[in-house]
């Protein structure tokens, strides 16, 4: 019993405990989600204060709830070094965001005439997976999205976020300096040598939003490659598992024949059969079943 509270509380963010130290709670964490930021809930309501969020019992519309909005902070990949659609790639050290945090607006599909549909609470380095499997330095943003009180648009993005319906971000920029690819950016950035393309030195960001389609197809967050992984990961072990199962009712057929020692006729082929353990025909089907589902 104590090995598995071990085991689950690993999932909380923090437990309280009676005199004797014995665990009376456990607080529930974002954690198991990855879709959800990691930012303790501390650090997240330090960081929307920070940025103007009503403060806890002040009355005012919005204000923090620590029970409801920690969870409503999720993880969007925005930018990486990556070729988008357009032949550019932005240098991810290049990147200058001084105004936007000044303002960290966070839109759904660039409709920036429209109320935001969150607060990025902070922006910091990434190394983001593309869909070659190559990661590249990055930048990903911690975006607090609004409640259905605040805006009920932004709640509907949030759940559809949540269920992976999208998980796609693009962004909203000024470039200073953009030049040719070169030869090491081609190697470091991981570009196509046959392709025209242009890196963006320096840019200043502006905007960020959330969308269906992304013109970068590694702003995206993470969660559906690497629960992805996880099925392709789950499958293969099946397959071992049943390769194993094949091979041992093969033994305990063989064995089963050997205890008989008749000769082979249609009495014994049936006497057989009927000796054997009804789980290795149920097993044998299983295995049938997962072969016409890979």
């Given at each position: 019993m104590e090995n598995a509270l071990k085991q689950i509380s690993r999932f909380f963010e923090k437990t309280e405990t009676d005199d004797d130290g014995q665990v009376r709670a456990y607080i529930f964490s974002s954690n198991p989600n990855p879709v959800i930021s990691n930012m303790s809930i501390e650090e997240k309501r330090n960081a929307a204060l920070s940025l103007g969020v009503p403060a806890p019992g002040s009355g005012v519309v919005g204000e923090w709830n620590d029970e409801r909005d920690p969870d409503r902070v999720v993880v969007v990949p925005f930018t990486d070094e990556s070729l988008d659609t357009y032949n550019t790639a932005f240098d991810s050290a290049g990147w200058d965001f001084r105004r936007y945090q000044k303002n960290p607006a966070v839109f759904f599909s660039h409709e920036s005439d429209r109320m935001p549909v969150g607060l990025a609470l902070k922006l910091e380095p990434a190394d983001i997976k593309g869909?070659?499997?190559?990661?590249?330095?990055?930048?990903?943003?911690?975006?607090?999205?609004?409640?259905?009180?605040?805006?009920?648009?932004a709640d509907a993005v949030y759940r559809n976020w949540v269920a992976g319906r999208f998980r796609g971000s693009s962004v909203g920029f000024r470039p200073s300096k953009v030049e040719p690819a070169t030869e090491e950016d081609r190697q470091r950035m991981g570009l196509p040598e046959d392709d025209e393309a242009w890196v963006i030195r320096e840019a200043e960001l502006l905007e960020i939003s959330l969308v269906p389609v992304p013109s970068n197809a590694s702003a995206v967050a993470r969660t559906i490659e690497e629960r992805e992984e996880e099925v392709d990961a789950t499958s293969q072990e099946l397959r071992d598992i049943l390769s194993e199962v094949k091979e041992l009712v093969a033994e305990v057929k063989e064995q089963v024949a050997d205890i008989h020692q008749v000769p082979h006729s249609e009495s014994w082929t049936a006497s057989t059969e009927a000796q054997e353990p009804s789980y290795i025909a149920e097993i044998l089907d299983l295995s049938k079943q997962f072969k016409n589902t890979d």
């Open positions: 869909k070659d499997g190559r990661e590249r330095a990055g930048w990903k943003a911690h975006v607090l999205l609004s409640s259905a009180e605040l805006n009920a648009d």
